[in-house]
């Protein structure tokens, strides 16, 4: 899915969703769907098919399409509600279909009577053959690409995308593969690889596990134009469709995995956004009080502090502007404070394993600067390292790796119910809980749990 902002002439504001009717307060200028659509409509020259003035009549002419040349041959059938009045469908309570005759009081359970939509009554299977995947892989594309969800994300990220507390696990496109096939593409964890089809291509950091199967990489669905620069995953899938569903073969697509060459990783915090992006990739990443964008490019400018400034739109020259720069090492990193509170902080460096971004992230919900924050402020990390408490695993308690990896070790926590009680993590939506797991495992196993 493309941005919707490469193809909008204007915006118009919507409304919440339309499943509690008219009790929404709308905000400012904001319509109904139903408004916008139709007035859309009109105004292309279709007044009379679109004339609607409430729900309600969308509603009743829902209702007798749905009984239309029905006659029993479909399940849902609610013509029996198409002659409400206004006053009825205000008052209408839920209740399930069919509905097919006014005062019908719904049915209780669909097909109870053991009758099917068939003129015999009777169920009917759809015998499918299965079938090999139409394109197979081969000695240019080695590699089985599959598509699916990450953890706290949902479709595109047209929602979800807007909370920090979910971005915060999973806040940038990867590409997921077995270390042993890594290394047969000579890349390593952390680094970008560039997945190419034959339709397409896409940019993501590639993470190593023992739980993808070999053969395969998987790739995240939810990333698009408006989020990064690269990493619409949908441009890579193949175009062969199930001949009875439709679906697409998403789970199957040759491709190759190759470096992604860069000569400098970073990441910048802000409170406003960058003003240019015209490195080789980056990533948006929305938090709470600051946008995080990851970055890595190709040219290396000769004067890191002045595309600094720019990018940061520092325009005063007599701003708190903290730098640090080594440029044999290609090291960079700066910070831009206001008012005594971190405004933006910029990490550039020849190699991706930078600070964790936790504790700087964490800097930006306070009001005013401590000298120690300054103080550990281009270092990326506090001046007490246990005050860092790693990526998040637990989003909705804000429970970071190092402090599930230290009161595992430390705390004698043997499983994931010890871990509940001691650090809340796990007790909500329960949806981190194998990541905990797999963290115990790690500590059992003497295994680096950070």
Same mark, same amino acid.
């Given at each position: 899915?493309?941005?919707?902002? %490469?193809?909008?002439?204007?915006?118009?504001?919507?409304?919440?969703?339309?499943?509690?009717?008219?009790?929404?307060?709308?905000?400012?200028?904001?319509?109904?769907?139903?408004?916008?659509?139709?007035?859309?409509?009109?105004?292309?020259?279709?007044?009379?098919?679109?004339?609607?003035?409430?729900?309600?009549?969308?509603?009743?002419?829902? *209702?007798?399409?749905?009984?239309?040349?029905?006659?029993?041959?479909?399940?849902?059938?609610?013509?029996?509600?198409?002659?409400?009045?206004?006053?009825?469908?205000?008052?209408?309570?839920?209740?399930? =279909?069919?509905?097919?005759?006014?005062?019908?009081?719904?049915?209780?359970?669909?097909?109870?009577?053991?009758?099917?939509?068939?003129?015999?009554?009777?169920?009917?299977?759809?015998?499918?053959?299965?079938?090999?995947?139409?394109?197979?892989?081969? *000695?240019?594309? $080695? =590699?089985?690409?599959?598509?699916?969800?990450?953890?706290?994300?949902?479709?595109?990220?047209?929602?979800?995308?807007?909370? !920090?507390?979910?971005?915060?696990?999973?806040?940038?496109?990867?590409?997921?593969?077995?270390?042993?096939?890594?290394?047969?593409?000579?890349?390593? @964890?952390?680094?970008?690889?560039?997945?190419?089809?034959? =339709?397409? @291509?896409?940019?993501?950091?590639?993470?190593? %596990?023992?739980?993808?199967?070999?053969?395969?990489?998987?790739? $995240?669905?939810?990333?698009?134009?408006?989020?990064?620069?690269?990493?619409?995953?949908?441009?890579?899938?193949?175009?062969?469709?199930?001949?009875?569903?439709?679906?697409?073969?998403?789970?199957?697509?040759?491709?190759?995995?190759?470096? #992604?060459?860069?000569?400098?990783?970073?990441?910048?915090?802000?409170?406003? $956004?960058?003003?240019?992006?015209?490195?080789?990739?980056?990533?948006?990443?929305?938090?709470?009080?600051?946008?995080?964008?990851?970055?890595?490019?190709?040219?290396?400018?000769?004067?890191?502090?002045?595309?600094?400034?720019?990018?940061?739109?520092?325009?005063?020259?007599?701003?708190? =502007?903290?730098?640090?720069?080594?440029?044999?090492?290609?090291?960079?990193?700066?910070?831009?404070?206001?008012?005594?509170?971190?405004?933006?902080?910029?990490?550039?460096?020849?190699? $991706?394993?930078?600070?964790?971004?936790?504790?700087?992230?964490?800097? #930006?919900?306070?009001?005013?600067?401590?000298?120690?924050?300054?103080?550990?402020?281009?270092?990326?990390?506090?001046?007490?390292?246990?005050?860092?408490?790693? !990526?998040?695993?637990?989003?909705?308690?804000?429970?970071?790796?190092?402090?599930?990896?230290?009161?595992? *070790?430390?705390?004698?926590?043997?499983?994931?119910?010890?871990?509940?009680?001691?650090?809340?993590?796990?007790?909500?939506?329960?949806?981190?809980?194998?990541?905990?797991?797999?963290?115990?495992?790690?500590?059992?196993?003497?295994?680096?749990?950070?």
């Amino acid at each position: 899915m493309r941005s919707l902002r %490469s193809a909008a002439h204007l915006y118009l504001a919507a409304g919440p969703r339309g499943d509690t009717g008219d009790r929404h307060r709308f905000c400012g200028e904001a319509r109904p769907d139903w408004w916008i659509i139709s007035q859309i409509a009109q105004r292309l020259g279709h007044r009379a098919a679109f004339a609607y003035e409430h729900p309600h009549q969308i509603f009743v002419e829902h *209702a007798a399409l749905s009984g239309i040349d029905n006659h029993g041959a479909r399940a849902f059938d609610i013509s029996g509600l198409a002659n409400l009045t206004l006053a009825e469908y205000d008052a209408l309570e839920p209740l399930r =279909w069919p509905v097919p005759a006014r005062g019908h009081p719904g049915t209780q359970r669909l097909l109870r009577d053991g009758r099917f939509q068939f003129a015999d009554g009777r169920a009917r299977f759809v015998a499918t053959v299965p079938r090999e995947p139409t394109h197979r892989t081969d *000695a240019e594309y $080695p =590699w089985v690409l599959n598509t699916g969800r990450v953890r706290d994300q949902w479709h595109t990220m047209t929602r979800t995308g807007y909370a !920090p507390r979910l971005t915060g696990h999973t806040p940038e496109p990867y590409v997921e593969m077995h270390p042993q096939d890594a290394l047969l593409t000579g890349s390593r @964890s952390g680094e970008l690889v560039r997945v190419s089809t034959r =339709w397409g @291509s896409m940019i993501g950091r590639l993470r190593l %596990s023992g739980e993808v199967r070999r053969g395969t990489v998987f790739v $995240p669905i939810h990333w698009n134009d408006a989020y990064a620069s690269d990493a619409r995953v949908g441009a890579l899938v193949n175009p062969v469709v199930d001949p009875v569903s439709g679906e697409p073969e998403l789970k199957h697509t040759p491709a190759r995995i190759a470096p #992604f060459i860069v000569s400098w990783h970073g990441f910048v915090l802000s409170r406003k $956004p960058l003003a240019r992006l015209d490195m080789t990739w980056w990533t948006l990443v929305r938090g709470k009080n600051f946008l995080r964008y990851e970055l890595a490019g190709r040219r290396v400018y000769r004067e890191w502090s002045t595309w600094a400034r720019q990018a940061l739109q520092v325009r005063d020259l007599e701003a708190d =502007w903290i730098e640090y720069s080594d440029p044999a090492a290609g090291v960079y990193r700066a910070a831009l404070l206001e008012q005594g509170r971190i405004a933006a902080c910029l990490f550039i460096s020849p190699r $991706p394993d930078l600070p964790e971004r936790s504790w700087l992230a964490g800097l #930006f919900a306070k009001p005013r600067l401590e000298d120690t924050d300054r103080a550990g402020l281009l270092m990326g990390r506090p001046a007490e390292r246990r005050a860092d408490t790693g !990526p998040v695993v637990c989003a909705c308690f804000g429970v970071g790796r190092r402090v599930l990896c230290d009161a595992i *070790a430390t705390g004698d926590l043997a499983t994931v119910t010890e871990i509940g009680r001691a650090l809340r993590a796990g007790t909500r939506c329960g949806s981190c809980v194998p990541e905990i797991k797999s963290l115990i495992e790690d500590v059992r196993a003497g295994r680096q749990c950070e």
